[in-house]
C-alpha cells in the first residue's frame, strides 16, 4: 500500500510545485486571450473585412468611406465580438460606427454562416484609439523638450 501512494505522490509532484504554481499568478489575476479566442477574433475580422471589400452592406456611409478593422476581441465565451474599426484618414468616426452598428443583424448572420461556432457571436463595432495614440506618442518624441534632453546625451 505504501508503494503505490508513493507513486501517486511521484507523478503528481510535490506539494512545493503546486504552491509555487499558485504563486506565480495569483487567483483571479487577468490572462491574456486564448488561441482560440484570438483564432476567432482574426476570423471574424477577415469576414467582416471581405464583406465590406465586397459591398456587401448596403449603406450610403459604408459605401462611400472605406473602413479598415485592425482588431477584433473576442469574450472568453466566444459570444461577443468587439469589432475595432477605424474609416481611412481618420475622420466620420461616429457615423460609420454608428452605420455599422445599424447593420448588426445582417453581419452576426454573415458572421454564422462563414464561421462554424456553436454560437453566433453578437458583434459590437467601437473606435480604435490606437492610432490616435501613436500619433500622440509621435507628437511627444518629436516635441522641443524631448529634443532638448535627447541632445544632452
Known amino acids: 500500500m505504501a508503494k503505490s501512494n508513493s507513486k501517486v505522490r511521484a507523478s503528481r509532484g510535490s506539494r512545493d510545485d503546486d504552491d509555487h504554481k499558485a504563486r506565480a499568478r495569483p487567483q483571479g489575476a487577468p490572462t491574456g486571450p486564448t488561441q482560440r ?34 482588431e477584433v476581441r473576442m469574450s472568453s465565451d466566444l459570444k461577443l465580438a468587439t469589432v ?38 453578437d458583434v459590437r463595432f467601437k473606435h480604435d484609439a490606437t492610432f490616435d495614440e501613436a500619433a500622440r506618442i509621435d507628437a511627444l518624441l518629436h516635441s522641443a523638450r524631448v529634443r532638448a534632453d535627447i541632445d544632452k546625451t
Open 37 to 70: 479566442m484570438l483564432r476567432v477574433g482574426e476570423m471574424i475580422r477577415h469576414e467582416l473585412s471581405a464583406l465590406l471589400a465586397r459591398g456587401d452592406i448596403h449603406d450610403d456611409v459604408l459605401a462611400t468611406i472605406p473602413v479598415t478593422i485592425p
Open 84 to 121: 475595432y474599426v477605424m474609416p481611412l484618414g481618420g475622420k466620420n468616426i461616429e457615423t460609420v460606427v454608428a452605420a455599422l452598428n445599424q447593420h448588426t443583424k445582417y453581419i452576426r448572420s454573415v458572421i454564422a454562416k462563414a464561421i462554424n461556432l456553436k454560437f453566433a457571436p
